[in-house]
Nanobody, 123 residues
């Protein structure tokens, strides 16, 4: 049984930083493509980063809205993927989810989802 467990959410001031974690069991994240998504109230779920499997060189993807501020990384020894978020903006609160698929590249449909972690950005 695959489980993804996010942690690291919380309240941060605009311009602040958070690091989210996605710990996995039942799937080897090194062999999977992992995505981070944001679900804001009343808005569609948005993918904010992706990292391809190690076999595809761990290529990362970011939409323009977070490029230069967010960074996704993988710790294979801990079977955990991280999302470092810097310079958070007031419009970026929401529930952040990680998702995984046992496929080499970003763009695949995800099979496994975590329960999410809440991020609030407020002064």
């Amino acid at each position: 049984q695959v489980q993804l467990v996010e942690s690291g959410g919380g309240l941060v001031h605009p311009g602040g930083s958070l690091r989210l974690s996605c710990a996995a069991s039942g799937v080897t994240l090194e062999d999977a493509t992992i995505g981070w998504f944001r679900q804001a109230p009343g808005k569609e779920r948005e993918e904010v980063s992706c990292i391809s499997s190690s076999s595809s060189d761990g290529i990362t993807y970011y939409p323009d809205s977070v490029t230069g501020r967010f960074a996704i990384s993988r710790d294979s020894a801990k079977n955990t993927v991280y999302l470092q978020m810097n310079s958070l903006k007031p419009e970026e609160p929401g529930v952040y989810f990680c998702a995984a698929v046992e496929a080499p590249d970003c763009g695949a449909e995800y099979d496994y989802w975590g329960q999410g972690t809440q991020v609030n950005v407020s002064s």
